[in-house]
């Protein structure tokens, strides 16, 4: 990204012409972020709460009596409940490595307090492609346009990876075809060569039914699947009860659609697939995600320039995460020992069950719980206790910073340095501040630091800068960062991993399994439907007939963007289908109730054709506070814990829907 600065004040925000992957253009969010930058509505001073929980209300106060109050408090929990008590919040509300992920971690395990497993987002799939291939890690994006068929399996690439389009272009260009395997007919979707709107959940049906063709045809490479895999036997056997007719039962597809893919994907060469992490996100999506994972082993395509399959980059970036987070601090801290976790799906529930010790205090940041945690009414619940001390380091006054006792100002990424890496691409970029911050802003660098000297910290580590936290970071002796130094980062605009000139990871196997293959796992991938699906609980579908799909909306990203009026507008809606919203009595535009066992949230009707009976898509995430009786989706999702890594399952979700006056 280039950002252009007159007279202090940046002005316009641009890709790098020059840069492999941006070339030239931005994302629509990110291209006007300037927008967020200079809002009104920015965050610029601390603030301490004057009114009830949740509404709002705070005043200014000075940083020296904000630090000092979350650090007598914090203390004072420690010292009575145990350091368990205080529970920290983020996720990737900044994709920065010190921003996200560095003096935060030193502050709270030298304190001792809970450890959050962060896996809202993608905890399952990386679990299963960690279980089948041993690295989360594929095909490179720049080697997409060799390929001659392209599989977008749960990707909405328009909205969520733009950046990507372009190889994809180009790959059609050269003969390509394109597919989108999706229950929703995205944008992406809608400008395929074809569109598999598979039923939701049934990700892994479709897998076996097209693994069934290919192997009993012949069609796999037996030559890659002897030398550089395991358990072909058994996948063989359980691929043999999923026949196509079997799997279009499960997954709304033909079995002439199923068999005609299958074919064409393992013949068609090179071909890859761009999986993204709304597969996983159901109650059994490890196991649909090492279903789709086992395909390009199957046909041997990772040997191929433009084979094989792409879910995430992140694990090429092997930064010594050890140096960066300080796990071993715990062993300083009053708990002389590692903390116990809490998973952040579960965070209702730790807020108003969680004992020995109860959570007493809870410290937000790059994240905004109240809006994007499942199971949202029970969040509340805990945000409202009127003794669980909360902060919340922020840029706007989102849902969660209503519920805040002191609120903190946090810089932007065009205001503090950091060390960027991606999930889509291989290139390491370091940022220096373009623009000074506004107020009294602070980076989360720097605020963990100051509450570290405010508790009496005193290991070194707590006044490194963030320099000499770059360079730790960088030092984990890695191949793949071998040359890549921070001058190097400083002198150039970015820098490509030591991947060698052609990266084709798995071509000659290398999976960094235990047993250096990878891993079929037939005996976890046997197909279950999710549990609230229309083949689900019986129960539960007796009563709610219709699954939600909460899927990315494209104008925002997650909450963040929120308190921009055409976001709220796109997430403020629910597409339903014509046959659905007859039955129903409901017209275009209508406004409707969606609800459940959990709770309840209103939104406009579009009956627009984007989804089949059964499925009601809703584009999230909506900041409740924006939203009439102060509740999204998620006052709808489950806090149920996907099969693997903890994932959360906001796919699985039974809802139904009913016509509202205005």
Not at 102 to 112: A, N, Q, T, V, Y
Not at 259 to 264: C, D, F, K, S, Y
Request: charged fraction near 25%; proline fraction near 6%.
């Amino acid at each position: 990204m280039l950002v252009q600065v007159e007279d202090g004040r940046a002005f316009r925000l641009r890709g790098d012409p020059a840069h492999p992957i941006t070339r030239g253009f931005l994302c629509a969010k990110v291209t006007r972020y300037l927008e967020r930058e200079y809002s009104p509505e920015r965050l610029l001073y601390p603030l301490m709460r004057t009114g009830l929980k949740g509404e709002g209300r705070f005043m200014r106060v000075s940083w020296e009596t904000a630090l000092d109050l979350i650090a007598e408090r914090l203390r004072e929990i420690s010292d009575y409940y145990g350091p368990e008590a205080i529970l920290p919040y983020s996720y990737t509300g900044t994709m920065g490595l010190l921003n996200g992920s560095s003096m935060d971690r030193r502050f709270f395990h030298r304190l001792g307090a809970s450890r959050l497993d962060r896996t809202i987002c993608s905890a399952a799939g990386s679990a299963a492609l960690t279980a089948s291939l041993g690295y989360r890690y594929g095909t490179d994006p720049e080697q997409f346009p060799e390929a001659r068929l392209i599989l977008a399996w749960g990707a909405n690439i328009l909205a969520t990876n733009v950046h990507l389009w372009p190889f994809i272009v180009e790959a059609r260009r050269r003969g390509a075809r394109f597919y989108v395997i999706d229950p929703v007919q995205t944008r992406t979707a809608e400008v395929a060569d074809k569109h598999f709107a598979i039923e939701p959940g049934t990700d892994l049906a479709l897998a076996l039914g097209m693994m069934h063709v290919i192997i009993g045809e012949g069609l796999y490479d037996a030559g890659y699947v002897a030398r550089h895999c395991s358990g072909f036997e058994e996948l063989s056997e359980l691929v043999r009860q999923y026949p196509p007719e079997r799997a279009a039962s499960l997954t709304g597809l033909q079995p002439e659609e199923i068999v005609g893919l299958a074919r064409e994907y393992a013949t068609r060469r090179p071909a890859v697939i761009r999986l993204n992490y709304g597969v996983q996100r159901t109650d059994y999506g490890g196991a649909a995600v090492r279903g789709i994972a086992a395909l390009p082993a199957l046909t041997g395509s990772w040997r191929e320039p433009g084979g094989g399959l792409l879910l995430s980059t992140t694990h090429a970036f092997a930064f010594d995460r050890q140096a960066l987070e300080r796990p071993d601090l715990e062993l300083a801290s009053p708990l002389g020992r590692e903390a116990r976790r809490v998973n952040m799906n579960e965070l209702g529930k730790a807020l108003t069950s969680l004992v020995d010790p109860p959570i007493q205090a809870l410290v937000v940041y790059n994240s905004n719980p109240a809006a994007v945690a499942p199971n949202q009414n029970l969040v509340l619940e805990g945000l409202r206790r009127p003794d669980l001390f909360t902060v919340v380091i922020e840029q706007f006054q989102t849902d969660t910073a209503d519920y805040a006792d002191v609120v903190l100002p946090a810089t932007t990424f065009l205001e503090h340095t950091d060390l960027y890496y991606s999930w889509g691409h291989y290139y390491l970029q370091l940022a220096r501040p373009a623009v000074e911050a506004p107020g009294e802003c602070k980076s989360n660098f720097e605020i963990f630091r100051l509450l570290a000297q405010r508790m009496g910290f005193q290991e070194p580590c707590f006044r490194e800068t963030e320099e000499e936290a770059i360079r730790a970071a960088l030092a984990s002796g890695h191949p793949f960062l071998e040359g890549i130094t921070y001058e190097r980062l400083s002198s150039e605009p970015w820098v490509r991993l030591n991947l060698g000139e052609l990266f084709l990871p798995f071509a000659a196997g290398g999976f960094g399994t235990p047993s250096g293959k990878c891993e079929f796992g037939a005996a976890q991938l046997d197909f279950r439907p999710p549990i609230e699906s229309r083949r689900g609980d019986e129960v539960l579908r007796r009563r709610y007939s219709l699954e939600l799909v909460s899927l990315k909306a494209a104008e925002g990203l997650n909450s963040s963007f929120g308190n921009w009026p055409e976001v709220d507008r796109a997430t403020s809606v629910a597409w339903l289908n014509a046959q659905d919203a007859a039955a129903r009595g409901i017209r275009d535009g209508d406004l409707v109730r969606l609800f459940n066992d959990r709770g309840s949230c209103l939104l406009r009707a579009s009956v627009n054709g984007k989804v089949r009976p059964g499925i009601v898509a809703a584009p999230s995430i909506r900041w409740a506070r924006l939203a009439p009786g102060g509740r999204n989706v998620n006052a709808l999702t489950s806090d149920r814990l996907a099969d693997l890594g903890g994932g959360a399952v906001f796919y699985s979700c039974l809802v139904e829907v009913e016509r509202c006056d205005d």
